[in-house]
């Protein structure tokens, strides 16, 4: 049976304090039989003894000199309008959010699905998770021993340290501050012990298991103490040496940031109005000799007075400019080949807007690599050309080398490829990103802006593959501690991206990332059926050890595909570094190995190291492939009519405003 509670009794009111000492209220008989207390102060700051006595805490103001007091009063209006700025940023990107369409899948990357399963999985093994949450708590009782130790003077180690090369907690305060230590490990401790129990679950599918591992560590890269201003201490020491002025300028490049992304958070990288292509990017000089409704053909002055017969055409990535190649004069490859005595031919791919949405792979194989190379050989006066693919160009020009294989077209006389792939089977995180559901909703979204992928959707997805080099790192520097993005040439390129045609798009993805369909032998195009191991053609295929975008695994993967002699390396550094790396800068190492075994790690156990850039090693491989020595040739004087000069008009459409 239920049963009701009694009311509670109301409390009866204190009786009111006379104002005067004399006069008493009336007490119960145990109040009259408890000791006199002193009064003490009024929650006012009065006294509650005689009128007009002096209070006994002096006001806030008494406590400041002059120069503090005004300190105080600046830093509270800072604080006070970096408030607003943000508030209205805010309130102005959801006014234009409101303008759109509703998010089109409330979980584009489909990890609700992927967290459930592995979720499941761990609440299948209790035993497993309760000996992870006692290594946990013997981990933290480590911590708290030893900052107990530390706080009664003693010199003790860390219980746990970042990672190498994990920059969020450089500043000193994060070791020498007891309080902001403490603070660094606990958060150490709690993302690393999330994260390897998201790694070591059993019984899951390893694509499903890896989806989870990434967006664990976005969400733990995310809570990092770093990025939040209380707990920053880089950043609270900011605030409080400039008055908060720090905190005005950060959500000033808050507010420009969500401004220039039309309503969504663009971090900036770098300072881009620094930055002009034709100016002080991308100067090598030369001609536009050709155009086509997606290239711009370019050719550069020589820089000696003969050169090897036989011409060099580089097919760039379409995802960025081509610029990449002729950043400054002095980490220019360009520049770099033509003193090599090198012809040098760059495809400038169109930036394209909704009238090419329905460009295929095929049109740009055709309209690309075939267009292109035809053109090279009639200004050069040749029947074959070297050819180079960088990333995405690198796949494109397999697949028309296995075309023209098919047919028996032999215009390419060799094949370079910068970190690109062929297989895809270990393409590394960017797989994350191509299950079913995601390219279904990435097609939505290019339905939804005319019939191109925005140049900032790309730029968003490799920006996470690096979340805290790419990411957070700006996001503390700009926003928390107000500092402008320095000068960087190659951030500016980086942020310079371009849009993708849907068709061309769309089948790049689900043919190569989610079905790797080019080494297994499932690929037609163009009416023919593709085969790498009939491409018989000289390769030389470069890879960079830190490449997370095309892992030297994945690329060794793609060099054993083609059936012709086959020369692989392996550079220092990255995606970028690892390619970009002129002799003169004397940096990173490369590795080389003439055996071609059937794993990569027996390729690397085998290797030999070299200091320096892989570039003298490429250019001797090179020009025993070029020919003889023919005069120089200048671009302006070949059958081809120049357009206008380089860098052309293509590279200088911007995908934003």
């Known amino acids: 049976m239920a049963t009701t509670k009694a009311a509670p009794k109301p409390r009866k009111k204190a009786a009111p304090k006379s104002e005067k000492v004399g006069d008493k209220a009336k007490t119960s008989s145990k109040q009259a039989s408890e000791p006199k207390q002193e009064a003490g102060p009024s929650p006012a700051g009065e006294s509650a003894s005689t009128p007009g006595a002096a209070p006994p805490f002096p006001p806030f103001e008494r406590l400041l000199s002059p120069e503090q007091l005004k300190m105080v009063e600046t830093l509270s209006a ?55 949450q006692a290594d946990l708590f013997g981990q933290y009782m480590d911590l708290w021993q030893s ?7 003693e010199n003790v180690a860390p219980v746990v340290t970042p990672a190498s090369g994990d920059k969020r907690f450089s500043d000193p305060d994060w070791a020498t501050n007891p309080m902001f230590d403490l603070m660094k490990q606990s958060y150490l401790l709690s993302s690393n012990w999330l994260n390897s129990l998201v790694a070591e679950v059993e019984g899951v599918d390893p694509a499903t298991k890896r989806r989870v ?76 000799v050709y155009q086509n ?29 081509f610029y990449i190649l002729d950043l400054r004069p002095e980490n220019s490859m360009i520049r770099w080949l033509t003193s090599q005595g090198f012809t040098v031919f760059v495809a400038s791919w169109v930036n394209p807007d909704r009238k090419l949405a329905d460009k295929t792979f095929e049109d740009y194989m055709f309209e690309g690599v075939y267009d292109a190379t035809q053109q090279v050989m009639a200004q050069c006066g040749v029947d074959k050309v070297n050819t180079v693919g960088y990333c995405i160009g690198g796949t494109l020009l397999s697949v028309a080398l296995a075309h023209m294989a098919a047919k028996g077209d032999k215009r390419i006389n060799s ?22 559901e995601w390219l279904k909703a990435i097609e ?43 000068p960087f040439d190659l951030l500016f390129w980086n942020a310079d ?37 009939k491409v018989k053609v000289p390769i030389f295929v470069q890879s960079s050890r830190d490449d997370h975008i095309a892992p030297y695994r994945s ?80 671009p302006a004087k070949g059958p081809l009519k120049p357009l206008e000069d380089t860098p052309g008009s293509f590279v200088l459409v911007k995908s934003q405003p």
């Open 78 to 132: 800072n604080l006070a309008r970096a408030a607003v700025t943000a508030q209205g940023a805010i309130a102005e990107a959801a006014l234009r959010q409101a303008d759109r369409p509703a998010a089109l899948t409330p979980d584009p990357f489909h990890v609700a699905p992927a967290l459930n399963e592995v979720m499941t999985r761990l609440a299948a093994q209790p035993d497993r998770i309760m000996r992870a």
């Open 147 to 153: 900052a107990a130790r530390r706080a009664a003077g």
């Open 213 to 288: 591992e990434f967006f664990t560590k976005m969400l733990t890269d995310a809570f990092s103490p770093s990025n939040f201003l209380m707990s920053n201490p880089a950043a609270l020491r900011e605030v409080v040496q400039t008055r908060g002025q720090s905190l005005v300028r950060g959500m000033e490049n808050f507010a420009a940031d969500l401004e220039r992304g039309d309503g969504q958070l663009a971090i900036s990288q770098t300072d881009l109005a620094k930055f002009k292509v034709g100016e002080n990017v991308a100067t090598a000089p030369g001609k536009v």
């Open 293 to 321: 409704d997606i290239l711009q053909l370019l050719q550069f002055n020589p820089s000696t007075e003969t050169v090897c017969e036989i011409p060099l055409l580089i097919f760039p990535p379409w995802i960025n400019k």
């Open 415 to 436: 094949a370079t490829f910068f970190a690109a792939q062929q297989d895809f089977a270990e393409a590394g995180d960017l797989l994350l990103f191509t299950n079913e």
């Open 444 to 486: 939505q979204q290019m339905d939804a802006a005319g019939g191109f992928l925005p140049s900032q959707s790309m730029a968003d997805t490799f920006n996470a593959l690096r979340g805290n080099d790419l990411i957070w790192s700006f996001f503390v520097s700009n926003y928390l501690m107000g500092k402008e993005p320095r």
């Open 497 to 533: 991206q371009t849009r993708m045609p849907k068709a061309l798009h769309l089948f790049y993805l689900r043919n190569f990332y989610k079905d790797n369909a080019l080494t297994t032998g499932k690929l037609d195009l163009g009416g023919e059926h593709l085969d790498l191991s």
């Open 555 to 634: 690329v060794y993967r793609g060099a054993k595909a083609f059936g012709g002699p086959t020369t692989f390396i392996m550079a220092g550094s990255g995606h970028i570094a690892g390619v970009i790396n002129h002799p003169d800068a004397r940096k990173y190492q490369y590795w080389t190995n003439d055996a071609l075994p059937a794993d990569v790690g027996a390729w690397v156990a085998g290797a030999q190291e070299h200091p320096g850039s892989w570039w003298p090693h490429w250019a001797t491989w090179l020009k025993a492939k070029s020919g003889k020595q023919v005069p120089a040739r200048d």
